[in-house]
């Protein structure tokens, strides 16, 4: 948030109100981000219909960012969900290792962007998931 001076959309802005007002109404789950024995972030998904999910946001300590957690994180969530079909989020398109990781995972940018201030600019990816088939001879 101090980084990119986003102060109108960024959580980190949210009032506690806020947080749990979009908790309460979303289709989704939040799930805690545990390595070890601490927490050490959050995610999360939201379906936008029962084989479309959404990640946003997620988060991690800084303290714990470069650890593989999140890349640990977002491949145990995709598996949690093996009807999905698809995957999209947001990210910062200035935050270079995050644009970075995802597309690591497979996610493809959209080509939709949203400035969202001088600053910062957000950029949205997708990720196709192929349908196992079970096959037999």
Do not use: H
Request: glycine share 6%; with cysteine; charged share 25%.
């Amino acid at each position: 948030m101090e980084k990119y001076k986003d102060y109108d959309t960024n959580p980190a802005n949210e009032t506690i109100e806020d947080v749990i007002k979009r908790i309460n109404k979303f289709s989704g789950g939040l799930y805690k981000i545990v390595y070890g024995n601490s927490l050490v972030g959050t995610i999360c998904v939201v379906w936008k219909e029962d084989v479309q999910f959404w990640i946003s946001p997620m988060s991690i300590i800084p303290a714990y960012q470069g650890k593989g957690i999140a890349q640990k994180t977002i491949n145990l969530i995709e598996d949690m969900f093996p009807q999905a079909i698809s995957w999209e989020l947001a990210t910062i398109l200035e935050e270079e290792r995050n644009c970075y990781l995802y597309e690591k995972l497979g996610y493809i940018k959209t080509g939709v962007s949203k400035k969202l201030n001088a600053n910062a600019t957000l950029i949205f990816y997708k990720k196709f998931i192929k349908i196992k088939t079970n096959s037999t001879n």
